[in-house]
């Protein structure tokens, strides 16, 4: 499925379908790199340090990658640690995620790279998307929804506050 974690899955079947597709590398503005990163993380199928083997694997057999240095690039991660050696390889690459800042039940002690220096989302090359929402939930929220002059409070809180993370469990 599209959502949250299945973004991934998502933007491939997106841009594999799409009336704008060329299949001339010459004719190409960007270049979409699909990785189901998360689907694998999430299913146990592979850890940070086998993603991060099999991303630069993968980049250092990108065609055109050279030609542009990564720019014309786009890579789907649910979040960028998920390929822990980004900064090394795709810096200037260009990352669509719902998840603007470090990931998956980890906390800023574990990053050797200092997160606040070097964000994992730059909002001058990265898009942030929200996770696929149906036509059928949408329209539930819409049904269910106040009004909004009898709400007691006007925001939402969509993540996790995982005791084992710092930076949740502080909040």
Same mark, same amino acid.
């Not at 890579?75 to 990352?95: C, G, Q, T």
């Given at each position: 499925?599209?959502?949250?974690w299945g973004m991934d899955v998502g933007f491939h079947d997106f841009f594999r379908t799409s009336p704008l597709r060329t299949f001339d590398p010459q004719e190409a503005n960007y270049f979409f790199v699909p990785s189901y990163a998360c689907c694998h993380q999430v299913a146990g199928i592979y850890d940070f340090e086998d993603l991060?083997? !099999?991303? +630069?694997?993968?980049?250092?057999? @990108? ?5 542009? =240095?990564? &720019?014309?690039? $786009?890579?789907? #991660? ?9 900064? !090394?390889? +795709?810096?200037?690459?260009?990352? @669509? ?5 470090? =990931?998956? &039940?980890?906390? $800023?002690?574990? #990053? ?60």
């Amino acid at each position: 499925h599209y959502r949250q974690w299945g973004m991934d899955v998502g933007f491939h079947d997106f841009f594999r379908t799409s009336p704008l597709r060329t299949f001339d590398p010459q004719e190409a503005n960007y270049f979409f790199v699909p990785s189901y990163a998360c689907c694998h993380q999430v299913a146990g199928i592979y850890d940070f340090e086998d993603l991060d083997a !099999k991303h +630069i694997s993968v980049v250092e057999r @990108l065609p055109y990658f050279q030609r542009s =240095g990564g &720019e014309d690039h $786009l890579f789907s #991660f649910h979040y960028v640690d998920l390929f822990p050696s980004w900064r !090394k390889f +795709i810096p200037k690459s260009i990352f @669509l995620t719902p998840e603007t800042e470090v =990931g998956f &039940e980890r906390s $800023l002690e574990e #990053f050797s790279v200092d997160q606040l220096h070097f964000p994992p989302f730059d909002s001058l090359k990265d898009l942030s998307v929200p996770p696929f929402l149906n036509a059928k939930d949408v329209l539930g929220f819409h049904r269910n929804a106040k009004p909004i002059q009898s709400r007691t409070y006007l925001a939402a809180f969509a993540g996790k506050l995982w005791t084992d993370v710092t930076e949740a469990a502080d909040t």
